[in-house]
């Protein structure tokens, strides 16, 4: 009886690093387009924040360069932020007293079709046949 063998844990790092890539190209970019919602001061700048729903706008672009993924084994993490940039999750998900500027969801529905692909071609490229 012929057997199908999947060797996805071979392929898998390389896809997901491939994803991973397109995701922060994506974000970053997202970033980069203004929104024009409110006008602030901060600091003695001025800052136009985001329409509720787009990406958050730059400040200081210390969010934009914290956006990264992270692969462990067959996981990987797609986000921003770090120790000292707390706020991307607010961002991310809203809080009681501000709508979300969701970037990292936006990302990965504007890529859905490319991941979708990769995803293919990575079980595509497992199978093996053998007895």
């Keep these: 009886m012929p057997k199908i063998h999947f060797d996805f844990d071979k392929l898998a790092k390389g896809s997901l690093d491939h994803i991973g890539t397109i995701l922060v190209k994506q974000a970053k970019g997202n970033m980069n387009k203004t929104s024009y919602g409110k006008t602030y001061i901060i600091g003695g700048k001025v800052h ?3 329409r ?3 990406s ?3 400040l200081s672009g210390a969010l934009n360069k914290s956006i990264r993924f992270e692969i462990h084994g067959r996981k990987m993490k797609f986000g921003a932020g770090n120790e000292s940039i707390r706020y ?4 991310e998900l809203g809080t009681r007293k ?3 500027r969701p970037n990292y969801t936006k990302s ?3 890529n859905k079709h490319e991941i979708d ?3 293919k071609r990575l079980f595509e490229k497992s199978i093996r046949w053998g007895k």
């Excluded at 991307?88 to 961002?91: Q, T, Y």
């Design 108 to 110: 990965i529905m504007q």
């Design 52 to 54: 509720v729903g787009d």
């Design 88 to 91: 991307a999750k607010f961002l």
């Design 48 to 50: 136009i924040a985001s």
């Design 56 to 58: 958050p706008n730059n």
């Design 117 to 119: 692909l990769e995803l």
């Design 98 to 100: 501000m709508s979300k």
